[in-house]
């Protein structure tokens, strides 16, 4: 899937997803693409979100483009006692916590989503609309 492209038709209508979520649920959120080196495709910030949102939404998407798993799925390896303990604190990019979702096509990750603003649970539920849609765009 070297050839897949994020284009500015399919990122609004990730966006349209994740507003609607968003609105759905009662809370403020960023949203941000990466393609699949990490590099920042698209970012937007609702509503009111929180500020830091717009930098932890961008890490998010990075993570989970960069490492191909959900930024919850790396944050198991990233507690004390486990594998990468730290890795957090010696590239602080790297996001530990739910929010984060590898963009597939055809089983290869071409991309990332990062979600916040809410709780982790809220932001998670978000990127799950917002990853329904994107499977839709992909496959069509």
Not at 66 to 93: M, R, W, Y
């Amino acid at each position: 899937m070297r050839d897949f492209e994020f284009t500015m038709d399919m990122c609004h209508k990730l966006a349209a997803a994740a507003e609607q979520a968003q609105k759905e649920l009662g809370v403020s959120i960023t949203m941000s693409v990466a393609d699949r080196y990490g590099a920042l495709r698209y970012c937007f910030r609702f509503g009111d979100a929180i500020l830091p949102s717009l930098e932890i939404s961008q890490n998010k998407a990075y993570t989970a483009a960069v490492l191909g798993q959900s930024t919850g799925e790396f944050g198991k390896i990233a507690q004390a006692g486990a594998e990468a303990f730290g890795i957090n604190v010696t590239f602080p990019k790297l996001v530990i916590f739910g929010g984060g979702f590898p963009l597939r096509v055809a089983g290869e990750t071409v991309g990332g989503l990062g979600i916040s603003g809410g709780s982790v649970a809220e932001d998670e539920a978000v990127a799950e609309r917002v990853l329904e849609v994107f499977r839709v765009l992909a496959d069509g």
